[in-house]
């Protein structure tokens, strides 16, 4: 439910409020949305920012670098790490402005991988690689050796949520929880596949994201009356998962539908936990079921394009018996689930 | 013959086998030897050749142990569907880079195995004895490394 300025003045001209007390109601709703993310023009450009500094060190970062070799790269990276807590320090202790110190902290985690880069150079870890093989590469390449760096970001990732516990230093540990998913696979099965990106692989990136998205659900869970920590894992969780399951091999038509149904559950959960993520993800993968059905499956029928259009207005006409009944639904379902349960999803539908 | 004509034409005779080397060095045209990754045994010979700018592969001989004698592309998709993989084409429209001096890419690879095709990017390595192999899945990539048979 979204509460604008106008809201007030209504219920004020309804005999809701009392004139004054929808000036002191918005005061007091603008001081506590100030330091939630929304699409203000101060929070885009902390945002913004934040994300080109990050970039700048990880996506972005340049062949040049290569450059300083070992030593200098692990100067370099550890400097900028004691750079970022600093100014996490002042941002959060000083000017109390916990998203810009967020972001600050994600910067301190996102430099971790180039600092341990540096330190196997120094220590002549990667003698083989050529200069086609640089930092840069670890965020495209699939490669197994990446796992101490990976490691070392989610233990530093962990200590400056434990030290700062701001919501955005989530996204480093997600974002490397992803790459883990991807290159887990030779160290599981002990060296690498033939294939270039072998099925036993999909399957765990799969089975991979199907536990980050559990570990996203039990900190939802735990966080339920606090900011939202979750929102990262939960993206990259459904994205590894999605991304593990469409990949996947499936020659038979059951197995198809079987993909057709784990995406509609990806709905279904994305509206009981009020998660957008798996709703996107979960429609792109239907959607892509239903163009199968369409381009192989049904390709000459009469009859699809009006048992589709048919199954499509049965959907609005449950959308709008769920709305009449919203209320007796909902409180009926939830009635069935743990007390804890019940909190966060009241919490996250207000 | 003029001593001078007799010591131009020596030099250009020794420099016949030096340039063929420099060719060799960068260019993937060759016979190469696929490798198992994990197990590091020889899994066939891929022999790749050069015609209007373009490479081609082919797999000339099928050495897993592992395979079928006569097996043939069951799962390949397109018109490869059930050919002998002896004789099958793997990777076909690689151009040279225009960015990058002494890569290929742009064409593509298919895995006999799986049937998959992905985009593929080849460079020579390590003065033309190793090929590496890089194949994507959307930003994302993996290597192998071919070695030079002939």
């Known amino acids: 439910m979204k509460i604008s300025r106008n809201s007030l003045t209504d219920a004020v001209g309804k005999g809701i409020l009392n004139p004054g007390q929808d000036d002191a109601l918005w005061a007091f709703l603008a001081d506590q949305s100030a330091h939630t993310p929304s699409f203000k023009p101060a929070h885009i450009l902390y945002y913004l920012g934040g994300l080109i500094a990050i970039g700048a060190m990880s996506l972005f970062m340049t062949l040049g670098w290569e450059q300083f070799r070992g030593g200098g790269l692990l100067a370099i990276a550890s400097a900028y790490c004691v750079v970022a807590l600093g100014l996490t320090e002042y941002l959060l202790n000083h000017r109390r402005l916990p998203l810009p110190a967020g972001l600050t902290a994600a910067l301190a985690v996102v430099v971790v991988p180039l600092a341990v880069y540096g330190a196997q150079h120094l220590l002549g870890y990667w003698p083989e690689l050529t200069d086609q093989d640089n930092y840069r590469e670890f965020h495209r390449r699939i490669d197994w050796r990446w796992m101490f760096m990976e490691a070392a970001t989610l233990a530093a990732g962990a200590a400056v949520l434990w030290r700062y516990r701001l919501p955005f230093s989530v996204m480093p540990v997600a974002v490397t929880l992803w790459y883990i998913s991807m290159d887990l696979t030779p160290i599981l099965f002990g060296g690498d596949e033939a294939e270039f990106f072998s099925q036993r692989a999909r399957v765990v990136s799969t089975v991979f994201g199907a536990l980050m998205v559990v570990g996203a659900f039990v900190v939802d869970l735990r966080t339920r009356r606090d900011r939202d920590f979750a929102f990262w894992l939960y993206l990259f969780g459904v994205l590894t998962f999605w991304g593990g399951l469409s990949s996947l091999d499936s020659d038979s038509e059951l197995g198809k539908a079987v993909y057709a149904a784990v995406n509609l559950l990806l709905i279904a959960i994305g509206a009981t936990l009020s998660r957008r993520v798996f709703a996107v993800f979960g429609g792109l993968g239907f959607a892509g079921y239903l163009g199968h059905l369409a381009y192989s499956v049904f390709q000459g029928s009469m009859l699809f394009p009006l048992a589709l259009t048919a199954i499509g207005l049965g959907v609005i006409a449950a959308g709008a018996y769920w709305q009449k009944h919203e209320a007796a639904i909902g409180h009926a379902l939830r009635r069935w689930l743990p007390l804890a349960l019940q909190e966060l999803l009241e919490q996250r539908a207000a | ?147 030079r048979q002939e």
Not at chain 2, 55 to 78: M, N, Q, S, Y
């Open chain 2, 1 to 147: 013959m003029n001593p001078w004509l007799k010591a131009a034409a020596g030099t250009a005779l020794l420099l016949v086998p030096l340039l063929a080397n420099a060719a060799a060095a960068t260019s993937p045209v060759g016979l190469w030897k696929t490798v198992d990754d994990k197990t590091h045994t020889v899994t066939g010979l891929v022999r790749i050749t050069e015609a209007n700018r373009q490479l081609t592969g082919r797999v000339e001989r099928v050495l897993d142990p592992k395979a079928k004698p006569g097996a043939r592309c069951k799962p390949c998709t397109d018109e490869r569907h059930d050919q002998p993989i002896e004789g099958l084409t793997i990777l076909r429209g690689v151009r040279p880079s225009t960015d990058e001096p002494g890569v290929w890419e742009d064409g593509d690879i298919l895995e006999p195995k799986t049937g998959k095709i992905y985009r593929v990017r080849l460079q020579v390595k390590e003065g033309g004895k190793v090929l590496e192999v890089r194949g994507y899945l959307g930003f994302f990539y993996r290597n192998q490394y071919w070695q």
